[in-house]
Structures are given as structure tokens and as C-alpha cells.
């Protein structure tokens, strides 16, 4: 009794979804190196709009103390040499305010303390400009004592503005100064980002080749060759592991292989049980397999014949008609049947009938000779007892006819022919009512 082969029914992924794993893989690592990458460069610039907007923080506040520095010392140089209105527009306090606050402003608008100390500035800008007012006017009417009595009240004004500018200068230095480092570890980490990700997409490829290769192509040079092995006859690979289309398509292989088997041993079974020689000629009318009732029909080895012209083993008078029988075959495209003889190996002659098929696709001629030996022998048995017994007949003295059942001529011999005056060819067939003459009229 067969046992059923028991299926692997291991879980395992489809190849549908190892396809899917091959490629949601490498296009998810390579969408987060995309996404860390434009990580970093976004840090990377918004460091470089930090460094511009504080040197551009750091100018404005220089030409602000500028304009402050100018203003006292116009103030102060007033007192010393006087001076009229030009010269006081020279170095005119409000004037480089409404020029440098604005952009200030607007580039301080998102730091609430460094915006603060420029309130407190602008602030203290229009107080001192106030005081300095005073004191110009002091200038006036004390002259140099009274411009050397005001030097620490301006000093004071000038010491007061100054804090104030320093302390949104000092932040903002502080990020001039650093900026520049944060950038280059910045570039230095982009660096290393794309150097690690095309190691690691490397090592990605690396280990889905090995994978596609045990997954995909190992296994499909498996049946490819087990294709082989089939074919050459040979023991299959042992059954593919998984789950698969591929495992499954491999157990239907093998469930094929099996009916193949089964059938190919009822062939075997057929063609060597069989009492007619069974055998293949190539297109050159040589043997290419002989079944075994060779030996015993022929008395020849099957293997002996393998290889060798069949008119090895016809008589040469019946050569010439074996080979067109056989080119008739093959032009027809049809089963044909013809007689032919053998030449048996010890030298005994035999009589048999040939089946042909010629296969296009295989260019092999498909025969089976059935031996007919007998039938001619008792043919010609039946041939010669029936001349000897025309010839008693046609010696009879008497006149003789035969006839059927049904009452048909079938024969008359030559002393019935003289009597009677008939020919058998005119007879034969006819009624013998046809030459019976009624006398009782």
C-alpha cells in the first residue's frame, strides 16, 4: 500500500510578499536617510541664517554706538569750539536712530530680551538726547568750566547707552563666535550620515542578494534541474522547504513526476509483456530502442539492434520495398501498415507485418512487427489444397458444379463446360435457376 507524502504546511512568506520585503526594504532605509539628511541640512541652514542675522544684528548695534559715540563728541566738541546747525546735523542723535532702529527691530522682533534692552535703549536715547540738550545749552553760557563740569554727567550717559548695547551685542557675539563650529559639525555629521548610508545600503544589497539567491534562484536552479533529472531518468532533489508558490509548485512537480512514474512502469509493463516486437527508427531507419519479444520474435538482443540500419535484418529483395513503405509513412503523416520479412539470427525467415507512425516532433518513426509467419504458412497450405483440388475436379469425367447455399454458381469444371456448353466466367455468380430449362410445358 502507497502511502500519501505528507505536504510541508511550514508557515513562511509568499513570494508575492517576499517580493514586497525586497523592495519596502531598501526604499524604507533609504527614505529615512532622506528624511535624517534633510534633517540635518535644514539645521545646517537655519545655523547660517542664525550666524547672518547676528552679524547683521552686531552691524546695526555698531552703527547705533557709532551714532552715540559721534553724538557726544559733537556735543562735547560743540562746547569746546561751538557750532552751528550744520554742524549739530552732522552728528544728529535722532536722525541715526530712525536709520538703524527699524531694521534693529525687526531683526530682535523674535528675542523678547535682547527687543528689551533696545526699548530700554531707545529709551534712554531720548533721555540722554534731552540732557544733552542741557548741556549744549550750558556749553553756551559757561564755556570750557561748565563743559568740564558736564564730562561726567556725559561719561555717565555714554557709559549707560553702551551697557545697553553690549548686552544685546554680547549674545549675539557669542553666537558669531560659535556659529561657525555648529556649522562644520553639522557638515561633519551630513558627511558621516552619506558614508554610513552607503555602507549600510552595502550591507542592505549584500544581504538581499544572499537572501534573493536562497529565496528565488537556489531554489529555481533545485527544479530546473530536478526538470533535468526527469528527463535523464534520475532521483529528484530532496522537496524544497516553505510555504511558497514556489514549494508549492515543486509538490506538484513531484505529483506529476509520480503519475509520470506510474505510467512509464505500465508502459515498460505493455511493451515488455507484449508478444510484438515494439520499436523506434530515427529518420535514417536506424534501431533506437527494440522492445525485449525482439529476442524471442528475432532472436536478437534488443541492445544488439540499438544502433544498426533495420535492413540489417531484412532480406535484401525486400529492401528496396521496406524503405519506400517506410518513406511513404513518413510524407503521409499517417499510420500505415505493410508486410514485410525478417531475417531471424540464425538465418530462418520470417514473415511479418509492419504498424508505422512517424512523429514529427520526436523525427522518430514509432513501429510494432507482428509476426505472420503462420497465417502465410497456412495460406499457401490453403492455396495448394486448393489447386489440388481443381485439378481432381478438372480430371473428374463427369460433368460437376458447385453452388451456394442460396443456390449461386461458384464452380464448374471443363467436362461440365463440354456437356453443358457453358463457360464458368459467363456462369459464375448467376442463379443456377438461370440454366435449368422447365420440360412439363
Sequence with gaps: MRLKRRRNMQPGLKLSQKVF???????????????????????????????????QIIHHVNQIHRIIIGYI?????????????????????????????????????????????????????????????????????????????????????????????????????LIERTSPKIQAT???????????????????SIVLV???????????????????????GQRLNPPLSGNDELSHLDSRFRDMTGALDAAARKERAVVENAADVIFSLDDSANFTKVSPAALKMWG??????????CLAIVPKVDAKKTMEALNKVKSD???NTFESRVVRKHGEIIDIVWSVHWSEPDNLFFCVAHDIT?????????????????????????????????????????????VFGFNLADIEGETIDSILVDNRS
Excluded at 561751538?82 to 546735523?89: A, I, M, V
Excluded at 527691530?105 to 535682547?114: M, Y
Design 186 to 204: 553639522q557638515r561633519q555629521r551630513v558627511r558621516e550620515l552619506l558614508l554610513t548610508g552607503v555602507i549600510l545600503n552595502i550591507i542592505i
Design 21 to 55: 520585503f525586497l523592495v519596502a526594504v531598501p526604499l524604507t532605509v533609504q527614505l529615512t536617510f532622506v528624511a535624517m539628511l534633510g534633517h540635518l541640512l535644514d539645521q545646517a541652514e537655519k545655523e547660517r541664517e542664525r550666524e547672518g542675522r547676528a552679524r
Design 374 to 418: 503462420e497465417r502465410k504458412i497456412a495460406e499457401q497450405v490453403i492455396k495448394e489444397a486448393e489447386a489440388r483440388v481443381r485439378q481432381i475436379l478438372e480430371s473428374l469425367p463427369i460433368g460437376l458444379m458447385m453452388v451456394t447455399l442460396d443456390g449461386k454458381i461458384v464452380l464448374a469444371n471443363k467436362t461440365f463446360e463440354e
Design 300 to 309: 536478437y538482443d534488443p541492445a544488439f539492434l540499438v544502433g544498426k540500419h
Design 73 to 173: 563728541a559733537g556735543v562735547a566738541g560743540e562746547g569746546l569750539i561751538g557750532g552751528g546747525s550744520k554742524l549739530e546735523q552732522s552728528y544728529s542723535l535722532r536722525a541715526g536712530f530712525d536709520r538703524e532702529l527699524p531694521p534693529l527691530q525687526a531683526l530682535l522682533a523674535d528675542n523678547p530680551k535682547e527687543f528689551a534692552h533696545l526699548l530700554r535703549l531707545q529709551k534712554k536715547a531720548e533721555a540722554s538726547a534731552e540732557k544733552l540738550k542741557q548741556v549744549k545749552r550750558m556749553f553756551k553760557h559757561g564755556g570750557d568750566l561748565a563743559l568740564a563740569g558736564e564730562l561726567p554727567t556725559m561719561k555717565l550717559i555714554l557709559r549707560d547707552l553702551i551697557s545697553e548695547l553690549e548686552a544685546i551685542l554680547s549674545e549675539e557675539r
Design 333 to 335: 503523416d499517417a499510420n
Design 210 to 232: 544572499f537572501y534573493f539567491n536562497k529565496s528565488f534562484t537556489n531554489r529555481l536552479a533545485i527544479m530546473m534541474d530536478n526538470s533535468i533529472r526527469l528527463g535523464l
